[in-house]
């Protein structure tokens, strides 16, 4: 008899459910299959033909941009020279370092220059955030690490080791690439859907069922005395869009074009939130626009809790980083009690697979700039918050 561990379990349970799935929608035949024909017929009578559609419509979209998606394969760094894997693009080749290294917290910021420069980097596909692979002339991969910045012809790049130390003076290669990560985690958000539980049913019904938001018909009275001194700096769409917010039982879509002041109002909701004694999880696409938010939060005094890799956070609130917060615990508890002392947390839609989010639920998710976000990316975080208030433009789609 095949014993499956407690870890594996849920694992084997949720691809159980994936193929049921299948089986369900195609109305196949398991008479012989007695335990999937029990998932289809229990295991799954929480879900209606309508959630089922919308599983298998975005599972089929979400394996068609992954397949559709141009990439280069990590492993022509092995196989193709330096000038062949630069026509394949995300590919800087023949750089050296031309500054001092810059040492942080067991981290090494390298700035790489090229001296006959015909071509700009920013041309290259690699920006900031980017994840990179180095490489020497004789030895591919000796170092990986975070794109801080790019410019014409500098790009710095955020390593683990300091490659000074046994490759100085040496000609050096910037590979990125593409992997599957982004696809994992959109599949695996997507899965909660199948869940049965209270979280995964409000978010059927909001998401899929499209059930219209609701909002209270008074206002706490004690938005009265807090509000005003917060809310005086913005324009009064800006102020209706706060306080609706606050007014939201379930959800809120804010539109606001270009130039509206989306940030000073998203700003303006987590102070007045914060007041309220609100726990807020801020989210965006990415790190940039998460941290535009956070740099103006902290000039405001109001302390974030900023989840991510510390390399990829901007230098004006490293200080709230979660590398910083935690570094100097030295027992579980000490833990725990970072991060149940956090009232606003911040981190971009793919950090939302961080596990403080299935241990804790937030008062508040708010998404900027969700035009730009894949819907299922959303899921991990609406899940983990009581209410979910979507920032951005529709018309400033992504192509």
């Known amino acids: 008899m095949l014993h499956v561990s407690k870890v594996l379990y849920p694992l084997l349970q949720k691809y159980l459910e994936i193929n049921a799935i299948g089986y369900r929608h195609q109305n196949t035949d398991l008479t012989n299959n007695t335990q999937l024909k029990s998932i289809k017929e229990q295991g799954l009578s929480h879900l209606s033909d309508i959630h089922i559609q919308y599983f298998i419509h975005f599972s089929n979209l979400l394996d068609l941009e992954r397949h559709k998606k141009v990439g280069k394969d990590v492993s022509l760094i092995y196989t193709k020279t330096p000038k062949e894997r630069e026509k394949f693009g995300k590919c800087i080749i023949f750089v050296k370092i031309t500054k001092e290294v810059i040492e942080c917290d067991g981290l090494y910021e390298h700035a790489f220059e090229k001296s006959d ?7 290259s596909g690699i920006g900031e955030s980017s994840y990179v692979i180095v490489s020497t002339d004789t030895r591919p991969a000796v170092a990986a690490g975070i794109v801080s910045y790019v410019t014409h012809n500098t790009i710095s790049v955020i390593l683990e080791r300091n490659l000074n130390i046994k490759y100085r003076n040496l000609v050096f290669h910037i ?6 990560s982004a696809f994992s985690f959109n599949f695996a958000s997507l899965s909660v859907l199948l869940d049965a539980t209270e979280q995964a049913d409000r978010v059927r019904r909001l998401i899929i069922d499209k059930e219209p938001p609701t909002f209270k018909a008074k206002l706490p009275k004690v938005i009265a005395s807090k509000a005003p001194p917060i809310l005086k700096q913005l324009n009064r769409a800006q102020q209706r869009a706060v306080l609706k917010a606050c007014s939201a039982n379930d959800y809120l879509l804010i539109k606001g074009m270009p130039g509206a002041g989306k940030t000073a109002t998203i700003v303006a909701l987590v102070q007045l939130l914060v007041e309220l004694h609100h726990t807020v999880l801020i989210t965006s696409h990415t790190h940039a626009a998460v941290d535009n938010v956070c740099v103006r939060l902290k000039k405001l005094g109001i302390n974030v809790l900023r989840l991510g ?4 956070i901007h230098p004006d609130i490293q200080n709230m980083s979660e590398y910083e917060l935690t570094k100097r615990c030295k027992t579980p508890q000490e833990l725990e009690q970072v991060y149940a002392k956090a009232k606003v947390f911040a981190v971009t839609c793919l950090g939302t697979k961080h596990p403080i989010f299935s241990k804790r639920v937030m008062d508040v998710c ?9 819907q299922s990316s959303l899921f991990r975080a609406i899940c983990a918050s009581k209410k979910f208030i979507l920032i951005g433009d529709p018309d400033q789609l992504p192509p």
Do not use: H
């Open 117 to 123: 420069q015909v071509t700009t980097f920013l041309a």
């Open 175 to 180: 590979d990125s690439y593409d992997s599957n």
């Open 309 to 312: 890799t510390t390399g990829r």
């Open 366 to 374: 708010i998404v900027d700039e969700s035009t730009q976000v894949i």
